[in-house]
């Protein structure tokens, strides 16, 4: 999915086959806070599968609020680290100029060059 906000092909359907069995396994919680804020969890409380929904409902929450496809795997095959693209453009392909986009660059240029 990382990849796919990065500009890569979209997931297959099969790439998804353990989120949706995670969001099968476990329940969502709703809570009323004493302010009247509605939250929303996961249960039972323990369980690695009920951390693996509460990370569904933070990509649920970033996809409401648009913030999701801002967070990208890196364009380096070689790193492939996610990161939050705080880019004016929105249009941020490395981890870091420095070392991945760098890397790439200049390995581009070479390519060109020969
Ligand atoms: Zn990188």
């Given at each position: 999915m990382l990849v796919a906000n990065g500009g890569g092909p979209q997931p297959m359907p099969g790439n998804l086959r353990a989120m949706q069995a995670v969001a099968r396994a476990s329940r969502f919680a709703p809570h009323v806070g004493p302010g009247g804020q509605v939250s929303l969890g996961a249960e039972p409380a323990g369980r690695v599968e009920t951390g693996l929904l509460a990370l569904l409902l933070v990509i649920r929450d970033a996809q409401r609020e648009g913030t999701?496809?801002?967070?990208k795997a890196c364009g380096n095959p070689d790193c492939r680290w996610a990161f939050y693209d705080r880019s004016h453009s929105r249009a941020g392909a490395w981890c870091d100029m420095a070392t991945c986009g760098n890397r790439i660059k200049n390995r581009r240029l070479r390519q060109r060059q020969r």
């Open positions: 999701w496809q801002r967070l």
